[in-house]
């Protein structure tokens, strides 16, 4: 029962450093997402992806890629980190079959940029 | 541009008070609204509504949609200390794909 897995758990990067955070799902979910949540905020869409090779921007994109070369794993790349990054992110995946909103989160990473 | 409003931003209630959560939008192409409970890590799905005036129940919580006020209320009866926790409503912003709206969340403290 792995589900959504995310790491690191946490993290803590120098201005300029560069990174991956790792996601991974094993229930074969063709939808997957990046999300930040910043203190007494929900959470704002970075990235996310309908299948295999096709990613799109979401409402905060600047300064992170993804790719998707498979349906399991979907990585966060941080260019260039800068303390506005500081933040906690999120992993989601959803099946694609009559598609609601239903999505099911990883544990989170906590990321200090310094 | 669609939006996600939640009041109030926290409350603080006693075990055994009822407590009601209010989520807005105004979103393009509405297919649903879904309500997470965010404790320490991450969101965990409670409900999805999707037709005005049906309401959900699970245990002590219970939500409801009205789709023509674009509104929804999530209660919880008989609050416990493990009810403590952020509540989040969202709704998916486009037509396909899995883009979720949030809303800033309301966070519940329930004391002994």
């Known amino acids: 029962n792995a589900g959504v897995t995310q790491t690191p758990k946490f993290q803590v990067l120098k201005t300029g450093q560069s990174m991956t955070l790792q996601c991974a799902q094993d229930m074969n979910h063709e939808y997957m997402s990046w999300y930040r949540q910043d203190p007494g905020m929900g959470l704002r869409l970075i990235h996310y992806?309908?299948?295999?090779?096709?990613?799109d921007q979401g409402e905060v994109p600047n300064g992170y890629n993804v790719s998707r070369s498979t349906t399991e794993d979907f990585p966060l790349r941080l260019l260039s980190a800068a303390p506005s990054q500081t933040s906690v992110y999120f992993c989601a995946s959803s099946p694609p079959r009559e598609y609601k909103g239903e999505a099911f989160f990883g544990q989170g990473t906590r990321l200090t940029v310094v | 541009e669609d939006k996600v409003v939640q009041s109030p931003l926290s409350l603080v209630v006693h075990e055994g008070d009822t407590v009601t959560l209010n989520c807005s939008y105004e979103?393009?192409?509405?297919?649903?609204l879904l309500w997470y409970k965010q404790e320490k890590k991450a969101p965990t799905f409670l409900f999805m509504l999707t037709s005005s005036g049906i309401e959900k129940k699970s245990g002590r919580l219970s939500s409801i949609l009205d789709k023509k006020e674009l509104f929804s209320i999530l209660n919880i009866t008989a609050t416990q200390t493990g009810d403590s926790a952020v509540y989040l409503c969202?709704?998916?912003?486009?037509?396909?794909?899995?883009?979720?709206?949030f809303g800033g969340g309301t966070r519940v403290l329930v004391k002994p």
């Open positions: 969202a709704v998916p912003f486009k037509a396909a794909g899995n883009k979720l709206t």
């Open positions: 979103v393009t192409n509405f297919r649903s």
């Open positions: 992806s309908v299948g295999a090779g096709i990613t």
